[in-house]
T-cell receptor, first 112, second 115 residues
Framework: GQQLNQSPQSMFIQEGEDVSMNCTSSSIFNTWLWYKQDPGEGPVLLIALYKAGELTSNGRLTAQFGITRKDSFLNISASIPSDVGIYFCAGPSGGGADGLTFGKGTHLIIQP | DTGVSQDPRHKITKRGQNVTFRCDPISEHNRLYWYRQTLGQGPEFLTYFQNEAQLEKSRLLSDRFSAERPKGSFSTLEIQRTEQGDSAMYLC?????????????FGEGSRLTVL
């Protein structure tokens, strides 16, 4: 099945710094999605990407759909404490299935 | 609140007992999903409904698991004869309406601990 590899696994940054994380796939995706999960909560959709090369912003978040269609990037500018959490990339499971395959997540920790 | 709601939020049970989780999706969404998430992992797909029809089941969904969506609205996920390996967060999500492919809205999850 589809596999998504996220890096880095975790990030320790200072408040105010910019953050960059990425996700690569073993196969081509037609859709990339980025979710954020806070402790004890369900994932929340941040950004959805539908075209190769597409660059989409949501406030301080910017995500790009890689041209090869096998990768995607998420950037957070000027991080703030509420950005702490786990960021997941996801894409369609493929093979006619309607579910999503998720990566293992990037855990963002902001040091005071 | 018109989001996806799940009940109970937490369940502690002894091995061998049966448990049932309920999910109420966003009202205008016709698609409903169940996922399982263990510590340090992303959500893993279990099963999917379109209206009342269960269209897909993952290999993760053993015979002890059964999901229903009898009227195409709320859904239940039952685990029979629970095992310690069933301990996880069970997430429900829904989609539909004007949302694009894969734009799932998740509930807060039901955390299961099997002793």
């Amino acid at each position: 099945g589809q596999q998504l590899n996220q890096s880095p696994q975790s990030m320790f940054i200072q408040e105010g710094e910019d953050v960059s994380m990425n996700c690569t796939s073993s196969s081509i995706f037609n859709t990339w999605l980025w979710y954020k999960q806070d402790p004890g909560e369900g994932p929340v959709l941040l950004i959805a990407l539908y075209k190769a090369g597409e660059l989409t912003s949501n406030g301080r978040l910017t995500a790009q759909f890689g041209i090869t269609r096998k990768d995607s990037f998420l950037n957070i500018s000027a991080s703030i404490p509420s950005d702490v959490g786990i960021y997941f990339c996801a894409g369609p499971s493929g093979g006619g299935a309607d579910g999503l395959t998720f990566g293992k997540g990037t855990h963002l920790i902001i040091q005071p | 609140d018109t989001g996806v709601s799940q009940d109970p939020r937490h369940k502690i049970t002894k091995r061998g007992q049966n448990v049932t989780f309920r999910c109420d999706p966003i009202s205008e969404h016709n698609r409903l999903y169940w996922y399982r998430q263990t510590l340090g992992q992303g959500p893993e797909f279990l099963t999917y409904f379109q209206n009342e029809a269960q269209l897909e089941k993952s290999r993760l969904l053993s015979d002890r698991f059964s999901a229903e969506r009898p009227k195409g609205s709320f859904s239940t996920l039952e685990i029979q004869r629970t095992e310690q390996g069933d301990s996880a967060m069970y997430l429900c999500a829904s989609s539909g309406g004007r949302g694009g492919t894969g734009e799932l809205f998740f509930g807060e999850g039901s955390r299961l601990t099997v002793l």
